[in-house]
């Protein structure tokens, strides 16, 4: 890692991504290729500003108050976050699957919101952002909603990262058709390991705005329950575009 910003925010987010289990320093100099005294130095400088606490010398650091009140006073993303939580809540209890939201911000998949019901599928979302756009369902449906410059961009960076690529999105030849095929459609869907995906369209006001997906083990994929998927996740984004949407009245 090159200047002290780097270095500092990768040992907050390694710290935030572990918990709740507290990081060694050590370990975490060594993960992050950092001088072991740097990371002695900024593991205390952060501790001091309460952004870390130390739970002991033999356990090691855990996030602090500062990153628990910075995130309440911020309010990232509020309104979504209102508009969405419930409505995942439901879904995901209704349906006994794993349901999200996610944005794209610089090229990188954030996930906003995130429920897990599923009895068959042990999913914890630990890092602030990925690099999967290509290998996920709310990550296709993201680049689907980009103009073709941005999404020939993020390929090239993400091949050029080694990130995983779907093997149907590998080749940039028809990829922006295929992706073109998806904002059409307003659905996507596809088996991925041991789990079917999909994802759905968020709107605000009329344009793109995020992308609700869902997970489900691929043993419980059939017909019956596709369809039922397909139709909770459809009012579901429906539902969540309405809240996010202006409502204009004629007096």
Same mark, same amino acid.
Not at 156 to 163: N, P, S, T, Y
């Given at each position: 890692?090159?200047?002290?910003?780097?270095?500092?925010?990768?040992?907050?987010?390694?710290?935030?991504?572990?918990?709740?289990?507290?990081?060694?320093?050590?370990?975490?100099?060594?993960?992050?290729?950092?001088?072991?005294?740097?990371?002695?130095?900024?593991?205390?400088?952060?501790?001091?500003?309460?952004?870390?606490?130390?739970?002991?010398?033999?356990?090691?650091?855990?996030?602090?108050?500062?990153?628990?009140?910075?995130?309440?006073?911020?309010?990232?993303?509020?309104?979504?976050?209102?508009? &969405?939580? /419930? $409505?995942?809540?439901?879904? =995901?209890?209704?349906? +006994?699957?794993?349901?999200? @939201?996610? !944005?794209?911000?610089?090229?990188?998949?954030?996930?906003?919101?995130?429920?897990?019901?599923?009895?068959?599928?042990?999913?914890?979302?630990?890092?602030?952002?990925?690099?999967?756009?290509?290998?996920?369902?709310?990550?296709?449906?993201?680049?689907?909603?980009?103009?073709?410059?941005?999404?020939?961009?993020?390929?090239?960076?993400?091949?050029?990262?080694?990130?995983?690529?779907?093997?149907?999105?590998?080749?940039?030849?028809?990829?922006?058709?295929?992706?073109?095929?998806?904002?059409?459609?307003?659905?996507?869907?596809?088996?991925?390991?041991?789990?079917?995906?999909? &994802?759905? /369209? $968020?709107?605000?006001?009329? =344009?793109?705005?995020? +992308?609700?997906?869902?997970? @489900?083990? !691929?043993?419980?994929?059939?017909?019956?329950?596709?369809?039922?998927?397909?139709?909770?996740?459809?009012?579901?984004?429906?539902?969540?575009?309405?809240?996010?949407?202006?409502?204009?009245?004629?007096?």
């Amino acid at each position: 890692m090159g200047n002290v910003i780097d270095k500092t925010f990768g040992i907050l987010e390694e710290i935030v991504s572990s918990s709740p289990e507290p990081c060694l320093p050590t370990p975490l100099a060594e993960k992050l290729n950092l001088n072991r005294a740097t990371c002695s130095r900024l593991l205390k400088q952060l501790t001091e500003m309460g952004y870390l606490l130390k739970v002991s010398r033999l356990q090691g650091y855990a996030p602090g108050p500062k990153l628990l009140t910075l995130n309440n006073i911020a309010g990232f993303e509020n309104d979504l976050l209102k508009a &969405a939580g /419930p $409505v995942i809540d439901r879904c =995901s209890e209704t349906l +006994a699957c794993s349901v999200l @939201i996610a !944005r794209i911000y610089g090229r990188k998949r954030y996930v906003l919101y995130h429920r897990n019901c599923s009895p068959d599928l042990q999913i914890r979302i630990s890092r602030p952002c990925s690099d999967d756009l290509f290998s996920t369902a709310t990550g296709l449906m993201l680049l689907a909603h980009l103009p073709e410059e941005e999404v020939l961009a993020c390929f090239r960076e993400q091949k050029k990262l080694g990130a995983e690529i779907l093997p149907e999105y590998q080749s940039g030849k028809n990829l922006v058709r295929k992706l073109h095929g998806i904002s059409e459609q307003g659905f996507f869907d596809c088996g991925k390991g041991l789990q079917w995906i999909y &994802a759905f /369209p $968020v709107f605000r006001n009329g =344009s793109f705005y995020a +992308a609700l997906g869902a997970s @489900i083990h !691929r043993d419980k994929h059939n017909a019956a329950y596709h369809r039922k998927i397909c139709k909770a996740l459809k009012q579901a984004a429906q539902e969540i575009s309405r809240s996010l949407s202006i409502q204009y009245t004629i007096a």
